[in-house]
């Protein structure tokens, strides 16, 4: 095998045959872009929250790097703006209720291309599960995870397990396509809300967002992960039972803190910084 090539190899700029096996959402520079673009609240709009860019090899075989595609965009799409994203790319039906709405009733020429995209980010999500997540054969759940998989590489590939290079080409191809309708569908929807939104389509996507960062938030391991991370930094010893404990008793209130704090931002900020600092600010240990 040749020596391994990164995805964020200088040497890629002069390759063409390279270049296309760059996910541009993947890169941090463009992950900061997009975090920036939306300027009319002080505190700043985070599509994707905390997300760092991991290297990966783009001259090796085409199975090793379709996986590692799905579980660098796993990461992107799930753990750093799963419900973020999908309130900026949410479809806007001539229904009644579109005054209510942040964008602009979508087309019906869009609607394809805005399904498509949300379809990805639930794909990508049951990929990565069972390609990484340790299957269990009497699970139910497990079982229908792994058939929903094969359903996804069938449809892409005509094989439910992909053999040939010739199909992990085309199931990569699959991932550079949506990511690129995806990354033109956020930068239409960026544009607007910055330059021609109403001040009442901005205040609908912000209520939206905190709307959303408390959902996130909330979820029970989430927050558990909040507060390990707090003890982690104050270099104090935990276990589970008593972190879930902390978790159960200050859920509402570091919820609470967290938004005033995040609300009252006169400089942009990651949220994931603010929940910590809640976090922080609650726990007595």
Same mark, same amino acid.
């Given at each position: ?26 890169? /941090? ?137 010739? /199909? ?30 109403? /001040? ?86």
């Amino acid at each position: 095998m040749d020596t391994p090539i990164y995805s964020d190899d200088q040497f890629i700029d002069k390759d063409d045959a390279l270049q296309k096996y760059i996910i541009k959402l993947l890169s /941090e520079s463009t992950i900061k872009d997009i975090n920036s673009r939306l300027t009319f609240v002080n505190h700043g709009i985070y599509i994707f929250s905390q997300y760092r860019e991991k290297r990966y090899i783009i001259n090796g075989f085409a199975e090793d790097l379709f996986w590692t595609m799905t579980s660098r965009l796993y990461v992107l799409l799930h753990d750093c703006g799963t419900r973020v994203i999908k309130c900026i790319l949410q479809v806007i039906h001539n229904d009644g209720k579109q005054i209510l709405k942040p964008f602009l009733v979508t087309s019906d020429t869009d609607i394809v291309l805005f399904d498509r995209a949300n379809k990805f980010i639930d794909d990508i999500k049951i990929l990565r599960n069972s390609e990484q997540h340790c299957m269990k054969l009497d699970s139910i759940v497990d079982e229908a995870n792994e058939r929903k998989c094969k359903i996804i590489l069938k449809k892409i590939c005509g094989n439910e397990i992909p053999k040939t290079q010739n /199909e992990w080409g085309k199931c990569i191809h699959w991932i550079l396509d949506n990511c690129n309708n995806m990354y033109v569908l956020l930068n239409e929807r960026l544009l607007f809300a910055e330059k021609n939104a109403t /001040e009442s389509q901005k205040q609908y996507l912000l209520g939206g967002y905190y709307s959303c960062l408390e959902e996130y938030y909330e979820g029970n391991q989430v927050m558990f992960n909040v507060i390990c991370e707090i003890f982690r930094t104050r270099h104090k010893p935990f276990n589970k039972i008593y972190i879930q404990a902390i978790v159960s008793r200050d859920t509402h209130q570091i919820i609470n803190k967290f938004m005033e704090l995040i609300k009252s931002s006169p400089l942009r900020v990651d949220p994931y910084k603010v929940v910590l600092q809640a976090a922080d600010f609650y726990i007595k240990i």
